[in-house]
């Protein structure tokens, strides 16, 4: 359900097609504006487990919650220059 609090006529805009949206604040883009996007891809997360050094453990821990993902972009990063 959409939150009823806002101003957004949300059963107008559920009904809007894409012709239907004004997009003429939006400025066009060329392949100039694309060059330097990274494309993004989705992966499956499996569990792996591994030993590391403690200090590199608590450096990781020290991130909070985004420790899974850091380990993840860091692997992700060393794969990809050495692949």
Not at 48 to 68: C, P, Y
């Amino acid at each position: 359900m959409m939150n009823t609090s806002t101003k957004t006529d949300w059963d107008r805009l559920s009904r809007l097609s894409d012709k239907d949206i004004d997009y003429t604040d939006i400025p066009e883009t060329d392949k100039d504006f694309w060059n330097d996007a990274d494309v993004i891809t989705i992966h499956n997360k499996v569990d792996f487990t591994v030993k590391i050094d403690e200090d590199i453990a608590i450096w990781l821990k020290n991130m909070g919650r985004n420790s899974n993902e850091a380990v993840n972009n860091i692997l992700r990063a060393y794969y990809l220059i050495n692949m």
